[in-house]
T-cell receptor, first 114, second 112 residues
Framework: SAVISQKPSRDICQRGTSLTIQCQVD?????MFWYRQQPGQSLTLIAT?????????ESGFVIDKFPISRPNLTFSTLTVSNMSPEDSSIYLC???????????FGPGTRLTVL | QQQVKQSPQSLIVQKGGISIINCAYE??????FPWYQQFPGKGPALLIA?????SEKKEGRFTISFNKSAKQFSLHIMDSQPGDSATYFC???????????FGAGTRLAVHP
């Protein structure tokens, strides 16, 4: 299975600041995703990030708040902008293997906003 | 129509028992149904997945049962062990779409 790493693993940030989360995968994949998991909750898709195109955002998520980059087939970043305590969550990077439906998740970034 | 309903919310099973988690869906276009296992502080890990062309899939102690007519699928964990204590998520997706729709999750505790 694919190996996905995320940095940072956790962070504590002040209200109004921004944090960029990095996701690195060990193989080239077309489709990467960013999810949010609020404490004790299920996973919610933020956006789909394909290399070479603009990210596609789900309802309730906007580019100004969650800008995403996908510069190549093994790397993506998610920025959480102008943070508020409501943004405190685990943010998960995910990929789907090319030509299959199999989707893998990274270890997550645990964000606390004070 | 995009929802996946998962039950129970939490489950306590004795060591050696069978854990059963159920999911139901509405959208008949769904054609891929994975289960994920998540330990505290970790990302979800793919456990097992099934497509509608089979009614059951088994991998070790984990079995998915699929009932297409009832639009339901379930995860059975045989001989449950304390190490199986985790949160389990069912999910569904459809051909041509990239989005996995997740259930609400089931917190399983296996007592020794």
């Amino acid at each position: 299975s694919a190996v996905i790493s995320q940095k940072p693993s956790r962070d504590i940030c002040q209200r109004g600041t921004s944090l960029t989360i990095q996701c690195q995968v060990d193989s080239q994949v077309t489709m990467m995703f960013w999810y949010r998991q609020q404490p004790g909750q299920s996973l919610t898709l933020i956006a789909t990030a394909n290399q070479g195109s603009e990210a596609t955002y789900e309802s309730g998520f906007v580019i100004d708040k969650f800008p995403i980059s996908r510069p190549n087939l093994t790397f993506s970043t998610l920025t959480v902008s102008n943070m508020s305590p409501e943004d405190s969550s685990i943010y998960l990077c995910s990929l789907r293997e090319d030509y299959t439906d199999t989707q893998y998740f990274g270890p997550g970034t645990r964000l606390t906003v004070l | 129509q995009q929802q996946v309903k998962q039950s129970p919310q939490s489950l306590i099973v004795q060591k050696g028992g069978i854990s059963i988690i159920n999911c139901a869906y509405e959208n008949t276009a769904f054609d891929y149904f994975p289960w994920y296992q998540q330990f505290p502080g970790k990302g979800p890990a793919l456990l097992i997945a099934i497509r509608p062309d089979v009614s059951e899939k088994k991998e070790g102690r984990f079995t998915i049962s699929f009932n297409k007519s009832a639009k339901q699928f379930s995860l059975h964990i045989m001989d449950s062990q304390p190490g199986d204590s985790a949160t389990y998520f069912c999910a569904a997706s459809r051909v041509g779409y990239n989005k996995l729709i997740f259930g609400a999750g089931t917190r399983l505790a296996v007592h020794p």
